[in-house]
C-alpha cells in the first residue's frame, strides 16, 4: 500500500530530523518577547474577546490565560445527568535572543471535577527562527488540531468522522509559514511521524483554507475499539468563510493494523460543518460517519453559544451518536468564563 511507503519514508525523515533538533538547541542566549498571536499550543481559543494578562520580567514576557466552564450534561437513552467543572490555565514564557531567535517554554494545565475526569497537562518549549519554528514536548495533537476543518461552536462534538491515530504524547515538532501556506512536521519518541500542509488566504470577497495531513501513529486511548494497534493515513480538509458564515468539509482514509490479528483494516471517515454567528450568538450544525469493520458509525453536533459580557458565554450542545446498534444523546449545556 502507498501507506506503506509514506511510512517508511516519514520514519527515516523522523530520524534525520530528530538527530539534527537535538543538536540546534544545544545554541541558546537570553534576550526580549514577541507577538503573542504565534502561540505554541493551539489546543484551544482561551478569550473570544480579547488577549490574556502579560507581563514583563526583564527581558521576557510572561502571558497567561485562564477559562472555567460549569457544565450539566443531559444523556439519553440513559436518563442520568453529569456535573462536570473544567479548569484551563495556560501561561507562556518568551524572549528574544542577541541573534534575533526567540525562545520560549508554554504550559496548559486542564483540570476536571465532577463524571468523566480527565485532567491533562500540555508542555513545550520552543526555538523560532526565520527558518520556521522547532518545539518538543507535547505533541500529540498539535498537527490535527492545527489543520483541521474548524466549524464549531459552543458544546458540539462529534464521535464520528475523524482518524483513529494519533502520536505518542512526547516529540518534535517544525511548522514554517511560506506567503499563506503552512508546513508542519512532528515526530514523537517512537519515531511515528506526521506532516501537513496548510493554505489559507483571502480570495476575492471570501477567505479560503484547506489542509493535507499525512502520517503514522497509533490506536488513540479512547478509541471506540478499546484496543491497541499502529495506523497509516491520509486526510485533508477544505473551509470557506464569507463574512459570518463558514462551511467546511474533511475526508480521510486510514489502514489500522490491530495487535494481535492479521493484516490491516481500511477505514474511511467524513464530516461536513457550518457556522454562523448573528450579534452576540453563534450556531454551528455538524455531522460526521465512519466506515471500519464492515460496521458504520454516524453523528452529528449542533452547538449554541451567546456572548453574555465580557468573556463570559453560555453554550449548548446536542450531540446524536448512532454506533449501529445504541444511539444516544449528549446534551451539555454550561456557563463559560475565558479571559
Given at each position: 500500500?502507498?501507506?506503506?511507503?509514506?511510512?517508511?519514508?516519514?520514519?527515516?525523515?523522523?530520524?534525520?530530523?530528530?538527530?539534527?533538533?537535538i543538536?540546534?538547541?544545544?545554541?541558546?542566549?537570553?534576550?526580549?518577547?514577541?507577538?503573542?498571536?504565534?502561540?505554541?499550543?493551539?489546543?484551544?481559543?482561551?478569550?473570544?474577546?480579547?488577549?490574556?494578562?502579560?507581563?514583563?520580567?526583564?527581558?521576557?514576557?510572561?502571558?497567561?490565560?485562564?477559562?472555567?466552564?460549569?457544565?450539566?450534561?443531559?444523556?439519553?437513552?440513559?436518563?442520568?445527568?453529569?456535573?462536570?467543572?473544567?479548569?484551563?490555565?495556560?501561561?507562556?514564557?518568551?524572549?528574544?535572543?542577541?541573534?534575533?531567535?526567540?525562545?520560549?517554554?508554554?504550559?496548559?494545565?486542564?483540570f476536571?471535577?465532577?463524571?468523566?475526569?480527565?485532567?491533562?497537562h500540555?508542555?513545550a518549549?520552543?526555538?523560532?527562527?526565520?527558518?520556521?519554528?522547532?518545539?518538543?514536548?507535547?505533541?500529540?495533537?498539535?498537527?490535527?488540531?492545527?489543520?483541521?476543518?474548524?466549524?464549531?461552536?459552543?458544546?458540539?462534538?462529534?464521535?464520528?468522522?475523524?482518524?483513529?491515530?494519533?502520536?505518542?504524547?512526547?516529540?518534535?515538532?517544525?511548522?514554517?509559514?511560506?506567503?499563506?501556506?503552512?508546513?508542519?512536521?512532528?515526530?514523537?519518541?517512537?519515531?511515528?511521524?506526521?506532516?501537513?500542509?496548510?493554505?489559507?488566504?483571502?480570495?476575492?470577497?471570501?477567505?479560503h483554507?484547506?489542509?493535507?495531513?499525512?502520517?503514522?501513529?497509533?490506536?488513540?486511548?479512547d478509541?471506540?475499539?478499546?484496543?491497541?494497534?499502529?495506523?497509516?493515513?491520509?486526510?485533508?480538509?477544505?473551509?470557506?468563510?464569507?463574512?459570518?458564515?463558514?462551511?467546511?468539509?474533511?475526508?480521510?482514509?486510514?489502514?489500522?493494523?490491530?495487535?494481535?490479528?492479521?493484516?490491516?483494516?481500511?477505514?474511511?471517515?467524513?464530516?461536513?460543518?457550518?457556522?454562523?454567528?448573528?450579534?452576540?450568538?453563534?450556531?454551528?450544525?455538524?455531522?460526521?460517519?465512519?466506515?471500519f469493520?464492515?460496521?458504520?458509525?454516524?453523528?452529528?453536533?449542533?452547538?449554541?453559544?451567546?456572548?453574555?459580557?465580557?468573556?463570559?458565554?453560555?453554550?449548548?450542545?446536542?450531540?446524536?451518536s448512532?454506533?449501529?446498534?445504541?444511539?444516544?444523546?449528549?446534551?451539555?449545556?454550561?456557563?463559560?468564563?475565558?479571559?
Open positions: 500500500m502507498a501507506f506503506r511507503v509514506v511510512s517508511r519514508l516519514l520514519r527515516k525523515i523522523a530520524l534525520s530530523f530528530g538527530i539534527s533538533a543538536s540546534m538547541f544545544g545554541h541558546a542566549q537570553i534576550a526580549k518577547s514577541q507577538d503573542p498571536s504565534r502561540a505554541l499550543l493551539p489546543y484551544d481559543s482561551f478569550s473570544f474577546f480579547e488577549a490574556g494578562l502579560s507581563r514583563e520580567i526583564g527581558n521576557a514576557t510572561l502571558r497567561f490565560n485562564f477559562l472555567v466552564d460549569q457544565a450539566v450534561i443531559g444523556n439519553r437513552p440513559a436518563f442520568y445527568q453529569d456535573w462536570k467543572t473544567t479548569g484551563q490555565v495556560s501561561t507562556s514564557l518568551e524572549t528574544e535572543l542577541s541573534n534575533g531567535w526567540n525562545i520560549g517554554a508554554t504550559y496548559t494545565g486542564i476536571v471535577t465532577g463524571s468523566g475526569r480527565d485532567s491533562d500540555l508542555y518549549v520552543f526555538v523560532d527562527a526565520p527558518w520556521g519554528r522547532l518545539s518538543t514536548g507535547r505533541i500529540d495533537a498539535l498537527i490535527e488540531s492545527s489543520v483541521t476543518r474548524k466549524n464549531r461552536v459552543g458544546n458540539a462534538t462529534l464521535t464520528a468522522g475523524r482518524g483513529l491515530g494519533e502520536l505518542d504524547e512526547t516529540g518534535i515538532q517544525f511548522v514554517q509559514t511560506v506567503n499563506a501556506y503552512q508546513i508542519h512536521f512532528a515526530v514523537d519518541e517512537n519515531l511515528d511521524a506526521q506532516a501537513a500542509l496548510l493554505f489559507a488566504a483571502p480570495v476575492g470577497v471570501a477567505a483554507s484547506f489542509g493535507l495531513r499525512v502520517g503514522t501513529g497509533h490506536l488513540r486511548k478509541n471506540f475499539l478499546l484496543a491497541t494497534g499502529e495506523t497509516e493515513g491520509i486526510s485533508g480538509f477544505y473551509n470557506y468563510v464569507l463574512g459570518s458564515l463558514s462551511l467546511g468539509v474533511e475526508q480521510g482514509y486510514q489502514d489500522v493494523a490491530i495487535d494481535g490479528t492479521v493484516g490491516t483494516n481500511t477505514q474511511r471517515f467524513a464530516s461536513i460543518g457550518a457556522s454562523y454567528k448573528r450579534r452576540r450568538t453563534s450556531l454551528s450544525a455538524e455531522v460526521g460517519r465512519t466506515d469493520l464492515g460496521q458504520t458509525r454516524r453523528s452529528a453536533a449542533i452547538g449554541l453559544r451567546y456572548d453574555i459580557a465580557r468573556g463570559l458565554s453560555g453554550n449548548v450542545g446536542l450531540n446524536y448512532d454506533a449501529g446498534t445504541v444511539n444516544t444523546w449528549r446534551i451539555p449545556v454550561s456557563l463559560r468564563y475565558e479571559f
